[in-house]
């Protein structure tokens, strides 16, 4: 028999204690586990997502541009987002999503924790891999912040998207979680959100009709944006895409011989970058946008934590002087005239080539053009660029029966897309200054340059009735003659034709006659001239006191030219084009108001007189065809504008409600109508117009009457009927006066 020792008894004792302590450990460690998970459900390291967010992700944060008939236009986001339904997404895309993210997801509750701990071995033996299961990414796309950098908050980060992870699949089914993953997951670069987004982007189609090569793609991408981006990286993005299609194998979903030939395939794209501009307005949404950052950084608006306001992000109500049912009448009579025009511009260009002599229109055109940014990003020499936009590809180009695909070089497409006419429109009322119509141009998608405000062009005829309100305001009377013959000052000789000297200022404002408007220019003087179009709100940088600004030798925009117009019928006031009233956060609080400038720059005398002469235009001049072609009979007058080579068609249109503003004319100016019949503003701009302006009174709703312009407050005191006028200033041997006589020579 043994004998017990004092050692034995001591281990004895320490088992014990070092089991009870032991267990001790494990409750509270289960314990604080516990509490620690409690705290995290309960929101103390962080709000966890709700809901209401994942079904709309971020959604309610976009800004919406508002329209004075209380009608959203569109929204500015961060996030190019559309949601799709499980339907709605092809069993090739679920098949590569759960093929390669989470074999397992049908089995499993939200964690895998096979999955968990398999990847733990992996990483302690440097094998560095992922083990988030769909749900968990889809509770990670919930967390605005992203996926978190520190340890730390990664860690509680983790344990937050496994409590969010069995929430989701304790309250939808597996469909819905794989139909809100594909709605939330981020593409990337371009604006790209969601499947729909992503298909349409890169392969313009929707998820429904992805295929297997085409599936695997997208789904390669979720592993890095960038990385495996088909656009930045296609090496990288064509080996993840078939490491895509060999996992759908391993799973059994397409067959060995399927991969093999799938992954034979090159690299196929139909990148289509989606923008803003689907809906009413897209130009003057992306101006209105930049203006808008314009103005807050310019005047410091920020938010109460001191950040600056986000267009995309911040959930902003601007509110528009835009009216949506004059908008569309606008688009509707661009559209209807413009692709009758257009027909007549192919029949010129039919049997000559405009690049024949201009080489670098197209020069321009390629360097200007996406695939060629596309092409240098990824090293492609000039000779690769040369011959890639000389070999025929599938593309989408603009037509006015709406887009078409086809079969083209990219270098056709560009001498295509050249020829196509643009038109912009704008329309205001001069009391108010409030914008009603605002298009900019042709078709956003494929013509992005806004021709309203940003755009410039010559203005040719329409800077006539400036000249003339100078001589007006100077007590010069409409029915005032000057001679109309040739003229020429120092080495110009301005372009024109006669139709009889001496002519009244009226008839020969009527009639666009160019001797006769340089002549009173003459009288009257540049500077003076010059002065007034600056007053008038006209921002033209190569706006010079010369004489050639009486034909319209400078380039304005029709924003400008729209709102200097306004003046003469708001009695000599002109007051800045306002387009938008006012900007409030997402609480309905104002954070920005407009207020326009307004100052006045004419006689009310001399506005009305002409608001007479314009009305003259359209009575008998060169506006005439509004009455007899579009039987328009209400008060109104106008200014046709034709610049040299018919490269630039301009109607500028005045009622006592609306003042309205058509141009019309080629991306390049050397680009033109090579017939002035076809090409002046009063068939290339003119119609639109009308077109236009009868929808608007058509619609009793909009409340615009037919009624006359409003006289002076106190009364006409300028003689407009020229049967009443008796001082004939050229007359006999006065009208063989010189040139030099005239000018004081």
Known sequence: MQRKTKTDKLTKDDVKRYTRNFWKLIIGAIALGFLFILSVRLGLFGPLPSFKELENPKNNLSSEVISADGKVLGSYFAQNRSNVTYEELSPNLINALISTEDIRFYTHSGIDFKRTFTIIFYNLVGKRQGASTITQQLALNLFSEGRARNTFKRIIQKFQEWITAVRLERNYTKEEIITMYFNTVDFGAYNTYGIKSAARTYFSTTPAELSPEQAAVLVGMLKGTTLYSPIKNPKNSFSRRNTVLENMRKAGFISREEADELKAKPLVLAFNPVSYGEGLAPYFRATLKEELKKIFSETSRTKADGTPYDLDRDGLKIYTTIDSRMQRYAEEAQKEWLQQLQQQFNREYRNRDPFAKYQVLLDQGVKQSGRYWWLKQNDASEDEITESFNTPTEMSIFSWKGEMDTVMTPMDSIRYHKLILRNSLMSMEPQTGHVKAWVG???????????????????????????????????????????????????????????????????????????????????????????????????????????????????????????????????????????????????????????????????????????????????????????????????????????????????????????????????????????????????????????????????????????????PKNGLQITLDCNEYTDQFYQGQEEEETVEDRLGF
């Open 441 to 711: 141009g042709i078709d956003f998608k494929h013509f992005k340059y806004d021709q309203v405000k940003v755009g410039t062009r010559q203005v040719g005829s329409t800077a006539k009735p400036f000249t003339y309100a100078v001589a007006i305001d100077n007590g010069y009377s409409p029915c005032y003659q000057v001679p109309n013959r040739p003229i020429t000052i120092g080495n110009w000789t301005p372009r024109g034709r006669s139709i009889g000297s001496p002519i009244t200022l009226r008839r020969a404002l009527a009639h666009s006659q160019n001797f006769a408007t340089v002549d009173i220019m003459q009288q009257v003087g540049p500077v003076p001239v010059a002065n007034l179009i600056r007053n008038m709100g006209i921002t033209s940088p190569d706006l010079k006191p010369v004489p050639s600004i009486s034909l319209g030798s400078f380039d304005a925009s029709l924003y400008d030219m729209v709102g200097a117009y306004s003046t003469f019928v708001n009695h000599g006031i002109w007051t800045e084009p306002t387009y938008v009233l006012r900007v409030e956060d997402r609480n309905g609080a104002v954070i920005y108001e407009h207020n326009p400038k307004i100052s006045v720059v004419l006689n009310e005398q001399t506005a009305y007189a002409m608001v007479d002469m314009l009305r003259s235009v359209v009575d008998e001049g060169s506006g005439h065809r509004i009455r007899w072609m579009f039987n328009f009979t209400n008060p109104q007058g106008g200014k046709t504008g034709t610049t040299n080579n018919n490269s630039d068609a301009w109607y500028i249109g005045i009622t006592p409600d609306l003042v309205t503003g058509v141009w019309t004319g080629a991306e390049n100016r050397a680009i033109s109508f090579s017939s002035t019949a076809i090409g002046q503003g009063a068939n290339a701009a003119l119609p639109v117009y009308a077109l236009y302006l009868q929808r608007v009174y058509a619609d009793k709703e909009l409340h615009y009457t037919q009624g006359d312009f409003e006289l």
